[in-house]
């Protein structure tokens, strides 16, 4: 049996099947922890490596690999339980405006169909950057972090975009708010 290389080793490893070897049982430990499916664990698991082979972000004088292995994990495993805890909001979401409890009158779809141009038309008006962050949030259910990956921008400037597209918007839709 051959001696497995030690987990504290700071050095990248030559390939993913060493890496794999090394560290895909805790990994995978962890993974099953967080997601509470054998499957989601194994598909994140495959992530983890994948996404650690094809950045190579990892920086060795940081600390262990394993160490940011278990760290990228978490971190995709919290993005994951987060998009889906979105989708289920936005299927809630579509399930009452599609099937609402009560049928609403004439008086009340115009009602809807205006705000719901004032929307757009305000999303229109708010520059592209901010406008394709703040979809990519409420549309789609991705979180900031998830935004930053799509669109290869840091998080801070994802965070940027958004509180600055949702002060537009608010600007532009003030009107709007109720008054109580």
Known sequence: MAAEPPLADAQPFDNLEA?????????HRLALRLCRSRQEAED????VFLRYWQQGRYEPSRGPVLAYLLLLT?????????????RWQLVQRW???????????????????????RVRSALAAIPASQR???????????????????????LGT??????QGLIRLRELLFDLRSTP
């Open 19 to 27: 890496l794999y070897e090394a560290c895909g049982a805790p990994v």
């Open 158 to 163: 994802v965070k940027t975009r958004s509180r």
């Open 44 to 47: 994140l698991t495959h992530d």
């Open 95 to 117: 399930s009452h405006q599609l099937f609402p409890a009560a049928v609403p009158g004439p008086h009340d779809s115009v009602e809807q169909e205006d705000l719901a141009e």
């Open 132 to 154: 394709q962050v703040l979809e990519l949030a409420y549309y789609e259910g991705l979180s900031q972090a998830a935004i930053g990956e799509w669109l290869q921008l840091p």
């Open 74 to 86: 978490r971190s995709m495993a919290i993005n994951r339980l987060q998009q889906r805890r979105n």
